[in-house]
């Protein structure tokens, strides 16, 4: 990450954010690079331990992903299903994971969680489930409060995501949010995190480079 005043702004609105966030009993740390994110990412994973995950963009564009598969773990990829049956089995078994990788869609400069989620099972898992979460934020997806952190989820990621996956809602005319009923929405489920429970469970690694939505 060049230095930069624009960087360094980012370093210390993320460093402000995790206090904000240890304080309501998340673990939190700031890393400048994806590839320090990584690292820190694996070192919260034992072992011979399962993993699983939901759809983030940002833990298969920064390598989270294969490097898992590189290492020694039980992997519950749902991207291997052969069948949407078979997808929505390992969905199911990603929940009894001891370790779960997923991002945010916003953080709020005041330490609450933002995802919007268009099956649920993602949201499923950071409400329970799963022994722990590890969840690489890009600092980009900090909003300076929850109101604008939802507004992040519904109108940059939601969009986003929407494109990605051709779907046939009105935010991928324009990209904003409409609270569609589309049969094809993404915004099904909103999910405000507000605190950690147990202290600890979830580890939020933000980060300074561009990654996911």
């Not at 072992?47 to 598969?69: D, M, N, P, Y």
């Not at 329970?128 to 940059?156: C, H, Q």
């Amino acid at each position: 990450m060049q230095d930069t005043p624009i960087a360094r702004q980012r370093e210390k609105l993320a460093l402000a954010t995790v206090d904000a966030l240890r304080r309501r009993g998340f673990d939190a740390v700031w890393v400048p690079t994806a590839a320090e994110m990584v690292q820190r990412a694996l070192a919260l994973l034992p072992a011979g331990c399962s993993v699983a995950w939901g759809g983030s963009q940002t833990i298969r564009e920064s390598g989270l992903t294969a490097a898992v598969h590189a290492g020694d773990y039980t992997v519950i990829d749902r991207d291997l299903a052969a069948t949407p049956e078979e997808r929505t089995e390992l969905h199911r078994q990603g929940l009894l994971a001891d370790r779960y990788l997923m991002s945010a869609n916003a953080v709020a400069a005041t330490g609450e969680l933002v995802n919007i989620d268009g099956t649920g099972n993602r949201l499923a898992a950071l409400c329970f489930g799963p022994k722990e979460l590890v969840m690489p934020v890009s600092a980009g997806k900090i909003a300076p409060t929850l109101e604008a952190a939802v507004l992040r989820a519904r109108n940059t990621a939601a969009p986003a995501n929407a494109l990605r996956l051709d779907s046939a809602t009105p935010c991928t005319a324009d990209g904003l949010c409409h609270n569609c009923l589309a049969p094809g929405c993404l915004c099904n489920q909103i999910l405000i995190t507000r605190s950690c429970r147990p202290v600890g469970r979830i580890h939020v690694i933000l980060f300074g480079e561009d990654y996911g939505y």
